[in-house]
């Protein structure tokens, strides 16, 4: 069982040809379906969707209303390490770029998480880069032990592991996993990953299963937009989705929509995805999976971010910093990539309210800890 | 005489349960419990920051509101026991709704989970209502656990589709010897009064009146729609009948 082969199924999939051959009737026709078909998800993120946005918003908003109601999960990012083996060509903490690296001590894993929740966060999501060797599944369960003290829900964003790793953090009080495939298109995969462990397209597209056999509570994915022709990456991340809800149902999923932003190097996204381009992709990815959760980072602007809260979304980041001890080093180092939307965390608390929506800090809490 | 609802060890006026989650904004719930004249609440416990001295749900629930702790996020029997526990350490009481969901896609409810949730915090001293498909041998086993009511759903959480267990609710009212609440899909006032009609003791609802253009408005709407279903099924409504009954073609001979 693996979500491979529906990958290589779709590697020379052209979704020009394909989808250009949708036409407003069929988009209407899937407008007016109660559930959908992969082939109606393909439709909604077809180029004659375009011309329903309001009609796919207005769905969207209804669905996610009723199913998430009027509440944004609110988290702030927190980065841990930047050292990095591998020479993915759209990051800035890539293994070739000339930045200053960093790691928390975990004195000062401590200060910082005791900064950030002054804030009133509880859910945080703990990233480092892909070195093992240095931030380690070791070092991250102590930094996991310390940070537990301060919030209810942790989630890593980190570099993929083994089941029995995922259990072991699993233990210490970490609740959920982001892992992005980047690109679902294995050859362009390798084309971005020339060395280092994550030129492994198989393992890393496999890290949720092992994750989810590991019994995590959350999963979030995506791809990095802009990697590659949207449409294919946005379909096959809907597919992707739908794959991990069928097999492992007791998981809580969601799916982030990253667009590349400057960073450190000098790549250049091949594939533009504009604003229409991201709101339809949100739209399709509600209509097709109502139940996921639908997760806006700071990539974004808050503009943006402001308007799509309607559309769909259920859990952003607020106040967030890209750079290890970004809360409390002052540390003008490079972060891994540029934010947009650097509003405090108040600020976005209070905008989300008068949005008619509830920000809310804690949705969850450890559940095999001392009784308080 | 008045017409009490008895659960657990309380008698209250109202037979209309609401929840807390998805309101824009937790301000507005003492509306919706002065509208809805609800006398039980459920929370989440996952949802509760006992820690915060701004955004705790419980400062906006008077203390007349019965406080029904909800397990949500619980996939298994244990860790809805675990939950349980939390919540009546925190001080919130000795009542618990069970919601054991191992499945984030449709959101149903794992009867045989709940079943051993129900067994191991009846023992505790907990008053358990469980949240449950409507299936007769789950009540049954939810009965001899020592549950306190049985919450089957009428559709899929959430759902706003109203009564489509219509036959299976009707069921356990039939045979559970226990206060049945319709928990769930019930989308419109005129759901919650055709469960009452036939016969239920009480609704919960959330999504409908939090998901409501004006939910303040909406929790009055249901509870009068509770009420007259309460009514109706107490003056006992008339046979129904498919045909005439003026002549009999084929028995007149006998008469």
């Not at chain 2, 007769?136 to 089957?152: C, F, Q, S, T």
């Amino acid at each position: 069982m693996s979500f491979f082969q529906t990958c290589l199924k779709y590697d020379d999939f052209q979704s020009d040809t394909v989808l250009g051959r949708f036409g407003k009737k069929n988009v209407e026709q899937v407008l007016n379906r109660e559930t959908l078909k992969t082939d109606d998800f393909l439709v909604l993120l077809s180029p004659a969707a375009e011309y329903y946005m309001e009609e796919m918003a207005q769905k969207a908003h209804r669905l996610t209303v009723q199913q998430f109601g009027k509440v944004i999960q609110l988290y702030t990012p927190m980065y841990l390490s930047n050292f990095c083996t591998n020479h993915c060509l759209y990051c800035g903490f890539s293994n070739k770029n000339n930045i200053a690296r960093k790691q928390l001590s975990l004195e000062e894993v401590e200060k910082e998480a005791a900064a950030i929740a002054q804030t009133g966060l509880k859910h945080i999501l703990i990233l480092t880069g892909g070195a093992r060797k240095i931030a380690t599944p070791e070092y991250i369960k102590n930094c996991v032990n310390i940070i537990s003290k301060y919030f209810k829900s942790i989630c890593i964003e980190i570099y993929a592991l083994e089941a029995e790793e995922y259990a072991e953090l699993i233990e210490a009080g970490v609740d959920g996993i982001t892992i992005y495939q980047e690109t679902y298109n294995t050859k362009r995969y390798k084309e971005l990953h020339p060395k280092g462990p994550k030129q492994d397209f198989l393992y890393r597209l496999d890290t949720p299963d092992r994750a989810c056999k590991a019994d995590i509570r959350s999963v979030n994915i995506g791809a990095l937009l802009g990697l590659d022709d949207w449409r294919r990456e946005a379909f096959l991340t809907g597919l992707h989705a739908r794959y991990i809800q069928h097999y492992f149902p007791q998981v809580e999923l969601s799916i982030s929509l990253p667009r590349i932003k400057p960073h450190e190097g000098n790549f250049q996204p091949s594939h533009v995805v504009t604003d229409k381009n991201f709101v339809q992709i949100m739209l399709a990815f509600r209509l097709f999976l109502p139940r996921a959760g639908i997760t806006i980072s700071t990539r974004e602007s808050a503009i943006l971010r402001d308007n799509v809260i309607r559309l769909g979304v259920t859990k952003m980041s607020a106040g967030s910093s890209t750079k290890v001890g970004g809360w409390t080093s002052g540390n003008k180092d490079t972060g891994q990539f540029d934010i947009s939307d650097h509003r405090t965390v108040k600020e976005i608390k209070e905008q989300i309210a008068r949005l008619g929506y509830q920000p809310v800090f804690k949705d969850w809490q450890p559940i095999f800890e001392e009784a308080m | 005489m008045d017409d009490l609802f008895e659960l657990g060890e309380k008698k209250m006026k109202s037979r209309l349960i609401i929840g807390t989650g998805k309101y824009s904004s937790d301000a507005l719930i003492p509306n919706i419990i002065s509208e809805s004249g609800s006398q039980v609440i459920t929370v989440a416990l996952r949802r509760i920051d006992f820690d915060s001295k701004t955004d705790n749900i419980l400062d906006h629930i008077p203390e007349h509101v019965q406080l029904l702790p909800n397990t949500s996020g619980a996939r298994n029997a244990s860790e809805a026991i675990r939950i349980a526990k939390l919540a009546q350490a925190a001080g919130c009481g000795n009542w618990i709704k069970i919601e054991v969901i191992s499945d984030n896609k449709y959101l149903l409810p794992d009867g045989f989970e709940t079943i051993e949730a129900t067994k191991a915090l009846v023992k505790d001293g907990f008053i358990v209502l469980p949240y449950i498909s409507p299936d007769l041998m789950v009540a049954k086993r939810l009965e001899d656990a020592g549950a306190a009511a049985v919450m089957p759903l009428g559709a899929p959480i959430g759902s706003n589709r109203g009564l489509r267990t219509r036959e299976l609710v009707r069921i356990l009212i039939d045979e559970i010897d226990l206060p049945i609440i319709v928990d769930a899909g019930l989308g419109k006032p005129s759901h919650a009064c055709e469960a009452m009609e036939m016969g239920a003791d009480a609704c919960l609802v959330n999504t409908a009146i939090a998901g409501a253009d004006n939910p303040g408005t909406m929790a009055r709407a249901f509870a009068k729609a509770v009420q007259a279903g309460r009514e109706a099924f107490l003056a006992g409504p008339g046979a129904t009948s498919e045909f005439a009954s003026a002549s009999s073609p084929l028995t007149g001979f006998l008469e």
